[in-house]
């Protein structure tokens, strides 16, 4: 019977995993093409003869906001279903308005819109969650990021070289089928099986960690910001080449991070991507604007933006368990993604209009990158005291003495302590104060109690007052079964 239960359990969480990607995969679509400095919005404001950056920067800003603020009035599983399906509703009406000349609606049309849009994607949090276990979340992220860009593709093409009432009425059409499949969402278990021993630990500190990921976030994706605004214009001429191989680079580094069997660090990866990022916009400058040119501009700074996106997008879904409410986290982390967006478009359409000389965003977006270079080593080591296993992390994560030892040399009363039980424990018998081990690992001091408490109870240490290396001892001359 137990066996039968867990079969039912697990049939439950794929598909839950599998109708959340698709879910937000169709949604991210609509809104990559058309609302967020999507390719539809700006071909339907040259049809008409509309400038679109007071409603880009606008829609931009209000996505923001609407990442940031999701948490404080989501906090169920229910509620985020809810706000999906009414969000979609909502979407589909206010799409529906550009099929018109521009009119007063348009530009609220666009704000408001993308205001709910990025409730919509830390509202998924709550699915991103429940509907995968830990140490999976990289290929869930990996599969939403492939599939939304993948799709967006079509909408593109469509919109450029067809018609953009054609790409706006497909995007419609991928957000009706992203609310048919978010009406069979489930509302109930806010946590993924096998996540129970998480939700029965003390709750651990995560702010210091999130903040100083949200810092990097902001300050690499300055450079995302830059490419719409100066690089993207610059060869708009290429016109049925960037229609479609724009996303190509992306889509193949986020697949390539996705695969388990990739021997490359992943850490070491994301230096490659920033230098990915310098050499773009070293390109960008000596290069001409050729179809070739676009080619290395493109293939460079969007290969590294795939790699970063699916950095933060795991790491963020790894933090989650460590939260109450799935979207504040999410939001939160992505709103930092969406705020360094807008800023480098600013800088780099306030470059554009004054028509300065190419060098200058190019100088900007290397400074931006020796920044997030000085930020990647602390930000590494925060998170490595978190999240040990995680994919980006656990092949460059220092290794303390305890995991140096052997199997051999592990006492068996020891084997029975968790992952972070152990570090404490190592720290313990390297004569470490509380207060000390609270700082290395990023934690409380009444966390660290609470794990010493679980430490001396599972080794059968009956008083504090018991040094914890005699029982060290004691345990390794016991003899094993």
């Known amino acids: 019977?137990?066996?039968?239960?867990?079969?039912?359990?697990?049939?439950?969480?794929?598909?839950?995993?599998?109708?959340?990607?698709?879910?937000?995969?169709?949604?991210?679509?609509?809104?990559?093409?058309?609302?967020?400095?999507?390719?539809?919005?700006?071909?339907?404001?040259?049809?008409?003869?509309?400038?679109?950056?007071?409603?880009?920067?606008?829609?931009?800003?209000?996505?923001?906001?609407?990442?940031?603020?999701?948490?404080?009035?989501?906090?169920?599983?229910?509620?985020?279903r809810r706000l999906l399906l009414c969000s979609y509703a909502f979407f589909v009406a206010a799409s529906a308005i550009f099929f018109f000349p521009p009119s007063v609606l348009w530009r609220p049309g666009v704000i408001i819109s993308s205001s709910l849009a990025g409730g919509c994607v830390a509202a998924w949090g709550f699915y991103f969650k429940s509907g995968t276990p830990r140490n999976e979340r990289t290929r869930t992220a990996a599969d939403v990021l492939i599939c939304s860009n993948v799709l967006m593709i079509p909408l593109n093409m469509a919109a450029i070289h067809l018609s953009p009432r054609i790409g706006l009425a497909l995007s419609m059409l991928a957000l009706s089928g992203a609310f048919i499949f978010a009406l069979r969402l489930p509302t109930g278990n806010d946590a993924a099986p096998g996540d129970t021993a998480v939700a029965k630990e003390e709750p651990v500190n995560i702010a210091g960690s999130l903040a100083l990921l949200c810092l990097f976030i902001l300050v690499i994706t300055i450079n995302s910001g830059l490419m719409y605004q100066v690089i993207n214009p610059a060869f708009a001429h290429n016109e049925w080449l960037t229609s479609w191989y724009w996303a190509i680079p992306y889509v193949v580094a986020v697949y390539a991070m996705r695969n388990p069997a990739l021997k490359t660090n992943r850490t070491y990866m994301l230096y490659v991507a920033l230098a990915m990022i310098g050499f773009s916009f070293i390109a960008f400058v000596f290069l001409d604007r050729s179809a070739m040119s676009y080619l290395v501009v493109n293939t460079l700074m969007l290969g590294a933006c795939g790699i970063y996106d699916l950095f933060w997008w795991s790491i963020l879904?790894?933090?989650?368990?460590?939260?109450?409410?799935?979207?504040?986290?999410?939001?939160?982390?992505?709103?930092?993604?969406?705020?360094?967006?807008?800023?480098?478009?600013?800088?780099?359409?306030?470059?554009?209009?004054?028509?300065?000389?190419?060098?200058?965003?190019?100088?900007?977006?290397?400074?931006?990158?020796?920044?997030?270079?000085?930020?990647?080593?602390?930000?590494?080591?925060?998170?490595?005291?978190?999240?040990?296993?995680?994919?980006?992390?656990?092949?460059?994560?220092?290794?303390?003495?305890?995991?140096?030892?052997?199997?051999?040399?592990?006492?068996?009363?020891?084997?029975?302590?968790?992952?972070?039980?152990?570090?404490?424990?190592?720290?313990?018998?390297?004569?470490?104060?509380?207060?000390?081990?609270?700082?290395?690992?990023?934690?409380?001091?009444?966390?660290?109690?609470?794990?010493?408490?679980?430490?001396?109870?599972?080794?059968?240490?009956?008083?504090?007052?018991?040094?914890?290396?005699?029982?060290?001892?004691?345990?390794?001359?016991?003899?094993?079964?």
């Open 317 to 481: 879904g790894e933090m989650l368990d460590f939260c109450k409410n799935p979207a504040t986290v999410f939001g939160i982390g992505l709103s930092a993604n969406v705020l360094g967006v807008l800023i480098g478009g600013l800088i780099g359409n306030a470059i554009s209009s004054a028509g300065t000389q190419a060098f200058n965003p190019t100088m900007l977006a290397l400074a931006v990158v020796c920044v997030t270079l000085a930020l990647l080593p602390p930000l590494h080591k925060r998170l490595c005291s978190l999240l040990q296993d995680h994919a980006y992390l656990v092949m460059f994560s220092e290794v303390s003495p305890w995991q140096e030892s052997t199997p051999a040399d592990q006492p068996a009363a020891f084997e029975s302590l968790s992952e972070r039980e152990r570090q404490v424990a190592s720290l313990l018998l390297q004569r470490k104060t509380y207060k000390m081990i609270a700082g290395e690992l990023f934690i409380s001091e009444n966390t660290v109690k609470y794990y010493v408490k679980n430490i001396y109870s599972k080794l059968g240490i009956r008083s504090r007052e018991e040094p914890i290396d005699i029982v060290f001892a004691t345990a390794d001359t016991t003899p094993r079964k």
């Open 1 to 80: 019977m137990a066996d039968g239960r867990d079969n039912g359990a697990l049939h439950v969480i794929l598909d839950e995993r599998k109708l959340s990607i698709i879910v937000v995969s169709l949604f991210s679509s609509w809104m990559l093409a058309f609302l967020f400095e999507g390719q539809i919005l700006y071909a339907l404001s040259d049809a008409f003869g509309v400038s679109p950056g007071p409603m880009v920067f606008g829609g931009v800003a209000a996505s923001f906001a609407g990442l940031f603020l999701c948490g404080f009035f989501i906090k169920t599983k229910e509620a985020a």
